[in-house]
């Protein structure tokens, strides 16, 4: 089973700012690494498949890059609407599915 | 507009069976695959099993293979989970996903949820 870890846990930043998330893959993942969000009391929502595809409706701040077991997501700058909690997610070796424990984006 | 609704949690003793159930609008359901998706109170996501557009294929997570099955219904549009031996462990939320077509595995579309309490 691939183990994804994901820094930091918490991350305190203001509006405007640049957060910047890391996921890393106890393997290979290749490039089927995807990022969630997930708002309190809310549905995980789809961001970014595939290391760098944006999902439809997501807008242009929200990127990711990287490969094999390095991973970032980057929030260019931070809408109000974008402190959450952020999940890494790889499909490259399954089952199962395996999903990192989260990074929470609050505001500092 | 797709729509996925899920129904069926509950309150449930340990050793205890529910069925969850998903039911599938706005896109034809039939040509995805379906995921389920746990959380636990204050935890990560869990990925739970998932099953192929025909039915043919299921696969899940070891921590339920034996006591959960994943099934659908292509003309009610419907998911399922039927859950036995359930353990308190497997208290969660549970949500209904969509696979993302030409991206298997990742899900773009989720239902809201439906609770699951497994207490005496």
């Known amino acids: 089973e691939i183990v994804l870890t994901q820094s930091p846990a918490t991350l305190s930043l203001s509006p405007g700012e640049r957060a910047t998330l890391s996921c890393r893959a106890s393997q290979n993942v290749r490039n089927y690494l995807a990022w969630y969000q997930q708002k309190p009391g809310q549905a995980p929502r789809l961001l970014i498949f595939?290391?760098?595809h944006r999902a439809p409706g997501i807008p242009a701040r929200f990127s990711g890059s990287g490969s094999g077991t390095d991973f970032t997501l980057t929030i260019s700058s931070l809408e109000p609407e974008d402190f959450a909690v952020y999940y890494c997610q790889q499909r490259s070796n399954w089952p199962p599915v395996t999903f990192g424990p989260g990074t929470k984006v609050d505001i500092k | 507009e797709v729509q996925l609704v899920e129904s069926g949690g509950g309150l449930v003793q340990p050793g205890g069976s529910l069925r969850l159930s998903c039911a599938a609008s706005?896109?034809?359901?039939?040509?995805?695959?379906m995921t389920w998706v746990r959380q636990a109170p204050g935890k990560g996501l869990e990925w739970v099993a998932n099953?192929?557009?025909?039915?043919?294929?299921?696969y899940y997570v070891d921590s339920v293979k034996g006591r959960f099955t994943i099934s659908r219904d292509n003309v009610k549009n419907s998911l399922y989970l039927q859950m036995n031996s359930l353990r308190a462990e497997d208290t969660a939320m549970y949500y209904c996903?969509?696979?993302?077509?030409?991206?298997?595995?990742?899900?773009?579309?989720w239902g809201q949820g439906t609770q699951v309490t497994v207490s005496s």
């Open positions: 099953i192929k557009q025909d039915g043919s294929d299921k």
């Open positions: 595939d290391t760098s």
């Open positions: 996903a969509r696979d993302k077509a030409a991206a298997g595995r990742v899900c773009d579309y």
């Open positions: 706005g896109f034809t359901f039939n040509d995805y695959w």
